[in-house]
């Protein structure tokens, strides 16, 4: 199934003018996407302190030259924990996604392609997933298996991969209509081929899309599992948890829940931005 | 342009095509039976090695679908099509691959018929591995060839589809085809959406690939002029059924059968002193659910007389390998002298 694809004339200036083509939110998008992965890998080196360092006599201090973001009840440095939340919250963006879109990548191509009972029998699976709101969903799942990381990534994979096989399924099912599809039945193609090679990279940026958009919204999700102690179990710095731990402190300490809030809707925009610049990039040139 | 007189390479023996349509709630309940849309109601012709045969009608006659079954894209719902004496229906592994090999199809709109996120290179690539055509290190040079052929610039093969115009495309599309050495090239409205100066560049290109590769092809076009000037015979389709097939001098210039000539004579004449305001097919086309019993033409045929509402005309022999199916066996013979209706209901 390999076909080489030797592509002898990118010049180095034509690679260059392809560059500054590139939609400005998708540059904007990896930027912010490349710093937090560099937070994320290197905490300790941009961390003032230990994120599980107690520190007795800076109690729910406010933002200062010694705490740049202020420090919780137990007088841990907010700034440190948020750093060193990166690498968790990333990983959640990561692992409660991709198996959801692999999985639903796949179903959805073979359903969209197959139509008939099997796409009708798809449909009431969908039906079936979204007649639940997906938090409530998560949280039954979740609270079957017990708490904890790894049970929250499978019960998102679990309901997750329905979205991504129903935007395939629906895209699937328009080009396979299309002569290109033709070309290759008469071609003597085998269906899989037809699937993966011509149909799946002419349907799979709503799914691309709408993958960078879930990453941010798994991390909201991570957060509210945690604040509500089903997800990432302290001590671990986890921007959820973070919140959850200021809430009795709010009208008084505001800076332990406001700050890993703020670095939440920061990673969800990066995530946002290069979905739109992806999906920019990937339309189809007519 | 001589006709080739060897063996025969593709043929349909009454083939017949019907599209189901979905059952209404109501349909249901009075137990009336499903209704089908009628593509193709026993279409019969056999295609010798190196011929080109067009085929005519207008749209919904049944000719894109009749191309589609051909190529294997549609399974007949009736009769069957025979390629090198064996029905395709029941091809299997080797023999179903070496037939989709052997006979290709060429689409007709540009624009869809490429898939916008290969380069030429890849389209042709895959061709040529997926059937073996080369060795793998003989596949760039080939492509070289394929673009040479169908004259394309070879900086071509690294570009995307929406670089091309409509016209390279349909080039592109061609060489596709080519890539696999096929024997049958069914081309399906090929130019009917390029413009007028480069659907002759297209069509030409056509006719010098086939004289070159010994090509038998199915010319599917409601273009007139152009099926005369490529075709050696022609097939006049309407409603899901070959009317008149023959040579294509002999088709046009004495059609015997009367939607024949009311096709030629609806042709819009460049010449203004042979401009004609008579009608000679009146009505819309019938509806393909409710075929019209006998003559499929009766409801819009000046000619039609009793029989023609009774009777399905059989496709009867009127010169060499010249077949019509009317009733009227004299129908055209001397074309000045065509007698009025009432007579020739009688004889």
Request: proline share 7%; glycine share 8%; net charge positive.
């Amino acid at each position: 199934m390999t076909v080489a694809a030797p592509t002898a004339t990118t010049t180095p200036r034509r690679r260059r003018a392809r560059l500054l083509r590139l939609p400005s939110t998708l540059i904007a998008g990896a930027i912010i996407l490349l710093v937090s992965l560099l937070l994320a890998l290197f905490p300790q080196l941009i961390a003032p302190y230990d994120p599980t360092a107690f520190d007795y006599n800076a109690l729910l201090a406010p933002p200062s030259a010694a705490h740049l973001l202020g420090s919780d009840s137990f007088g841990r440095d907010v700034l440190s924990r948020v750093i060193h939340a990166y690498g968790l919250d990333l990983q959640i963006a990561v692992f409660a996604t991709v198996p959801a879109f692999t999985v639903g990548v796949i179903v959805g191509a073979l359903v969209g392609y197959a139509g008939g009972w099997v796409e009708a029998v798809f449909g009431r699976v969908v039906d079936a997933v979204i007649t639940f709101p997906f938090l409530v969903l998560v949280i039954a799942i979740v609270a079957v298996l017990g708490p904890g990381l790894t049970n929250m990534y499978i019960a998102v994979g679990v309901v997750g991969w329905v979205f991504y096989a129903r935007l395939v399924a629906a895209e699937v099912k328009v080009q396979k209509r299309l002569d290109y599809a033709d070309a290759g039945r008469v071609m003597g193609y085998r269906p899989l081929r037809i699937i993966f090679r011509h149909l799946l990279p002419n349907s799979i940026t709503p799914a691309i899309v709408y993958w960078m958009t879930d990453m941010a919204l798994a991390i909201l999700l991570g957060s509210s599992l945690g604040y509500l102690g089903l997800g990432a179990q302290p001590p671990a710095s986890e921007w959820g948890v973070q919140i959850a731990d200021g809430k009795n402190f709010m009208n008084t300490a505001w800076w332990i829940s406001v700050f890993p809030g703020v670095a939440i809707v920061i990673t969800g925009l990066g995530f946002s931005l290069l979905g739109d610049g992806l999906a920019e990039l990937l339309r189809t040139r007519k | 342009m001589m006709i080739p007189m060897n063996d025969t390479v593709i043929s349909a023996e009454e083939v017949s095509k019907q599209f189901t349509l979905p059952q209404t709630m109501s349909r249901r309940l009075r137990g009336a039976p499903q209704l089908a849309v009628n593509a193709l109601n026993g279409v019969n012709f056999t295609l010798k090695r190196g011929e080109t045969l067009g085929i005519v009608g207008e749209s919904g006659c049944g000719k894109s679908t009749l191309a589609r079954v051909l190529v294997g894209l549609l399974d007949c719902t009736e009769g069957k099509v025979m390629f090198e004496g064996n029905d395709i229906a029941y091809l299997r592994g080797n023999a179903r691959r070496s037939y989709n090999r052997r006979v290709q199809m060429i689409f007709q709109d540009p624009y869809s018929s490429l898939n916008p996120r290969m380069t030429v290179r890849q389209v042709l690539t895959e061709a040529l591995h997926v059937h073996r055509m080369r060795p793998r290190a003989e596949i760039p040079g080939r492509i070289a060839e394929l673009l040479d052929l169908v004259r394309l610039p070879d900086d071509a093969a690294d570009r995307y589809p929406h670089e091309f115009s409509g016209g390279q495309r349909q080039r592109i599309g061609i060489a596709r085809a080519l890539a696999v050495e096929p024997d049958v090239l069914v081309a399906d409205e090929l130019v009917s959406a390029l413009d007028v100066s480069v659907q002759a560049q297209v069509v030409n290109l056509l006719l010098q690939l086939q004289e070159k590769l010994h090509l038998t092809v199915v010319f599917v076009a409601h273009d007139l002029r152009l099926v005369r000037h490529i075709s050696h015979r022609v097939a006049v389709m309407y409603l899901g059924s070959i009317l008149e097939i023959g040579p294509t001098e002999a088709l046009f210039s004495t059609p015997r059968q009367p939607y024949t000539r009311a096709l030629l004579d609806a042709a819009p004449e460049l010449d203004p002193t042979h401009r004609t305001t008579s009608v000679a097919a009146r009505g819309e086309l019938p509806s393909p659910i409710n075929l019209p019993v006998g003559c499929p033409f009766n409801t819009r045929c000046p000619f039609a007389f009793d029989r023609c509402f009774v009777e399905r005309p059989l496709l009867t022999e009127r010169g060499p390998m010249h077949r019509a199916a009317c009733h009227l066996t004299d129908f055209g013979l001397a074309p000045a002298a065509v007698p009025p209706m009432q007579t020739e209901a009688v004889s």
